[in-house]
T-cell receptor, first 115, second 112 residues
Framework: AQSVTQLDSQVPVFEEAPVELRCNYS??????LFWYVQYPNQGLQLLLK??????LVKGINGFEAEFNKSQTSFHLRKPSVHISDTAEYFC?????????????FGQGTRLTINP | ETGVTQTPRHLVMGMTNKKSLKCEQH?????MYWYKQSAKKPLELMFV???????ENNSVPSRFSPECPNSSHLFLHLHTLQPEDSALYLC???????????FGPGTRLTVT
């Protein structure tokens, strides 16, 4: 079975500071990893994904994540955050279904940017 | 309309009511999903349809009944719900075997 653990439920950061949101996973098969963002009163939006290849993945809005197989981690980073980055961030791992994909999500990390 | 839409956005219902949630995708996808998002809990996958066939039923109580009449529409029929069913219900869609799912804005359900 697959599972995802997001180690921090809340992360407060000052504007223009760097941030790292931590994610660890467990899986017995090849992993495909994702970070989604949820702004208030909205659905989830894909930030970035790791399927194969380079372990450093760049996504939208200046975010990036690094896949570390030995540490089973996929931490999300941004070098300088903005007020508009205030949202909830979800790490997820995927496994194939018949003609679809099954996403297993972590508990989420609420990122709050303070001016 | 573009993307994935859900109606209604908010719903309050009593435990004896019957209601339905609707999801529509305008992306040409052929897989659709229902998720439940409760406070303090991870998103839970409820149902998955691929090419209008249900391929996943994640031990969801029978008071939730999904319907997928075609690849663009997905419904969740609700009856005799419990207060603990209050949550945000999210619909998503994707191409079959694609790893990227597109989410709707959700329906905020309150059961009184």
């Amino acid at each position: 079975a697959q599972s995802v653990t997001q180690l921090d439920s809340q992360v407060p950061v000052f504007e223009e500071a760097p941030v790292e949101l931590r994610c660890n996973y467990s899986s017995s098969v090849s992993v495909y990893l994702f970070w989604y963002v949820q702004y208030p009163n909205q659905g989830l939006q894909l930030l970035l994904k790791y399927l194969s290849g380079s372990t450093l993945v760049k996504g939208i809005n200046g975010f990036e994540a690094e896949f570390n197989k030995s540490q089973t981690s996929f931490h999300l980073r941004k070098p300088s955050v903005h007020i508009s980055d205030t949202a909830e961030y979800f790490c997820a791992v995927s496994s194939p279904l018949q003609g679809a994909q099954k996403l297993v999500f972590g508990q989420g990390t609420r990122l709050t940017i303070n001016p | 309309e573009t993307g994935v839409t859900q109606t209604p956005r908010h719903l309050v219902m009593g435990m004896t009511n019957k209601k339905s949630l609707k999801c529509e995708q305008h992306l040409g996808h052929n897989a659709m999903y229902w998720y439940k998002q409760s406070a303090k809990k991870p998103l839970e996958l409820m149902f998955v349809y691929s090419l209008e066939e249900r391929v996943e039923n994640n031990s969801v109580p029978s008071r939730f009944s999904p319907e997928c009449p075609n690849s663009s529409h997905l419904f969740l029929h609700l009856h005799t719900l419990q207060p603990e069913d209050s949550a945000l219900y999210l619909c998503a869609s994707s191409h079959a075997r694609s790893y990227e799912q597109y989410f709707g804005p959700g329906t905020r359900l309150t059961v009184t």
